[in-house]
């Protein structure tokens, strides 16, 4: 079981500007490449749990966030939360499992 600490939008220069969109297409590229980084992919998500600065974005968010999983989409949890690390405004946790 491979599990990722929440990830927030950081780039090479910090957490992307923008806002919601760009930061989550920026976790989702980050994601993936720890993911690579153990010869898994978004097929080996089981689980994730996402916190959201505005909740009234959660349609932007989970507008993007489907994209990256083609097949079944992993078990979900989300909430509010205020104050994410670095003024993010979503941070997402993951859960992938890669064998025995």
Not at 3 to 19: D, F, H, R, T
Request: proline share 4%; net charge negative.
């Amino acid at each position: 079981m491979l599990i990722l600490s929440g990830q927030v939008g950081l780039g090479e220069n910090g957490l992307v500007k923008g806002g919601i969109v760009p930061e989550t297409h920026q976790i989702m590229r980050n994601i993936e490449s720890i993911l690579a980084g153990q010869g898994a992919g978004f097929e080996n998500i089981v689980k994730c749990t996402v916190m959201i600065d505005e909740i009234s974005e959660w349609g932007k968010f989970n507008e993007i966030y489907v994209t990256y999983f083609p097949g079944p989409k992993p078990a979900r949890s989300a909430f509010g939360a205020d104050g994410l690390a670095l003024g993010a405004a979503v941070e997402l946790e993951c859960w992938a499992y890669l064998g025995d």
